[in-house]
Nanobody, 123 residues
């Protein structure tokens, strides 16, 4: 099994920055791809950024150029650096992991999920 725990969420002003972290434990060697998703009440969960073991990154159009996904060499921490934040970035952010390779933003292929961390962007 794999456990994911997110941290780093909070409240920030428009144009500010936040860094989210996801700590991975358990059978970490089985994981080859990880991603960040977000969800607001009443809407579907959407992919934000993904990365695979080869370093391939995928970003949604809404965050491209503002968010950066990275992982440490041991794959025990996944990070999402969020800059130039906008009110529409307000959401619960989830970390996810899967065994297969591929930096995809599809929600249905990720097997392991964290509990989420809230990000609120306001003026």
């Amino acid at each position: 099994q794999v456990q994911l725990v997110e941290s780093g969420g909070g409240s920030v002003q428009i144009g500010g920055s936040l860094q989210l972290s996801c700590t991975i434990s358990g059978r970490t060697n089985s994981i080859n791809s990880m991603a960040w998703f977000r969800q607001v009440p009443g809407k579907e969960r959407e992919g934000v950024a993904a990365i695979d073991q080869g370093g391939t990154r995928t970003y949604s159009e809404s965050v491209k150029g503002r968010f950066t996904i990275s992982q440490d060499s041991a794959k025990h921490v996944l990070t999402l650096q969020m800059d130039s934040l906008k009110p529409e970035d307000t959401a619960m952010y989830y970390c996810a992991a899967k065994i297969n390779w591929g930096a995809t933003l599809r929600t249905d292929v990720y097997r392991y999920w964290g509990q989420g961390t809230q990000v609120t962007v306001s003026s």
